[in-house]
């Protein structure tokens, strides 16, 4: 990923191990943008559970949560830039 922070690279290294592992649940874009709605609710979820695995410590726990967060975040980005096409 020439070009691309460290960091970034990281956290999308992270993002992509944690959908390998959700693989069996499907892909998300087959709820379409009335499915929305649902990947905010779990994006706050996970928001959620980010906030508690902070107050532990844990840097791996946070790396994982911090992950799922931008997952949720990046599926609604893509359902939604689809529906522009």
């Known amino acids: 990923m020439d070009g691309i922070r460290p960091e970034v690279v990281r956290f ?5 191990r944690k959908l390998r592992l959700n693989d ?3 892909v998300w874009d087959s709820l379409g ?5 649902w990947f905010l609710d ?3 979820d ?3 559970e980010l906030e508690e695995a ?15 967060v ?6 609604i980005m893509d359902i ?3 529906k522009r096409c």
């Open 42 to 44: 779990r994006l706050r």
């Open 12 to 16: 999308a290294r992270e993002m992509e």
């Open 70 to 75: 931008g997952n949720f975040a990046m599926m």
């Open 24 to 26: 069996h649940k499907g």
């Open 54 to 68: 902070m107050g532990f410590g844990d840097p791996m726990d946070i790396a994982q949560e911090a992950a799922d």
């Open 80 to 82: 939604y830039s689809k």
């Open 46 to 48: 996970e928001v959620s």
């Open 33 to 37: 943008v009335e499915g929305a709605q």
